[in-house]
């Protein structure tokens, strides 16, 4: 299970694992349209890591990673 930070501060998203994430993870942003806005891969074993979503429109977002599902978070 992963939650996002509801609260972007600065241009950064913060997302947590709820267990040791340790194989390669990819993700994708999509936008209230579902068009996907930004993609990447999470490495290394992690229970935490952070995005800099700075470039990033104020709307309404989706992080999708892999077999999760989506988590919804908002660009102020």
Same mark, same amino acid.
């Given at each position: +299970? =992963? !939650?996002?930070? %509801? =609260?972007?501060? %600065?241009?950064?998203? %913060? @997302?947590?694992?709820? %267990?040791?994430? #340790?194989?390669?993870?990819?993700? /994708?942003?999509? &936008?209230?349209?579902? #068009?996907?806005? +930004?993609? *990447?891969? =999470?490495? *290394?074993?992690? /229970?935490?890591?952070?995005?800099?979503? *700075? /470039?990033?429109?104020? *709307?309404?977002?989706?992080? @999708?990673? &892999?077999?999760?599902?989506?988590? !919804?978070?908002?660009? #102020?």
């Amino acid at each position: +299970m =992963i !939650s996002v930070t %509801e =609260i972007v501060k %600065e241009g950064i998203l %913060e @997302i947590s694992f709820s %267990e040791l994430v #340790d194989t390669l993870k990819t993700y /994708q942003i999509k &936008n209230s349209k579902e #068009d996907v806005v +930004m993609t *990447g891969k =999470i490495t *290394g074993n992690t /229970q935490r890591s952070c995005l800099y979503i *700075g /470039q990033l429109a104020p *709307g309404k977002y989706q992080f @999708i990673l &892999n077999e999760f599902s989506p988590v !919804s978070f908002k660009v #102020d």
